[in-house]
Nanobody, 126 residues
């Protein structure tokens, strides 16, 4: 059974930092991209960042480039999202997800990502 568990969310002031983690199990971890997505209250889900299975390719949405860093540890089946210089508009529930084998997917929209964690809440106060 595929499981994804996010942790590390919390309340932080604008300009602060948080480090999110996604612990994965139930699949061949280093064969798959992992994506981070977020959904703010009243808004649609949006992509944040993706990393390839081999850790050689990363993608960032323009809104987080230069502030967020994605990394994976294939020995521990974890993916982290280091978030620096946080802004109030980063407030959202953050989810990690993995695409279905053989399907095309989008790191921006989340299309094709089949397995999702339950999310962790990040709140950035101004």
């Amino acid at each position: 059974e595929v499981q994804l568990v996010e942790s590390g969310g919390g309340l932080v002031q604008a300009g602060g930092s948080l480090r999110l983690s996604c612990a994965a199990s139930g699949f061949s971890f280093d064969d798959y991209y992992i994506g981070w997505f977020r959904q703010a209250p009243g808004k649609e889900r949006e992509g944040v960042s993706c990393v390839s299975g081999s850790n050689t390719f990363t993608h960032y949405e323009d809104s987080v480039k230069g502030r967020f860093t994605i990394a994976r540890d294939n020995t521990k089946n974890t993916v982290t999202l280091q978030m620096n210089n946080l802004k109030p508009e980063d407030t959202a529930v953050y989810y990690c997800a993995v695409p279905l084998a053989g399907n095309s997917f989008s790191c921006s929209s989340g299309t094709g990502f089949h397995y999702w964690g339950k999310g962790t809440l990040v709140t950035v106060s101004s």
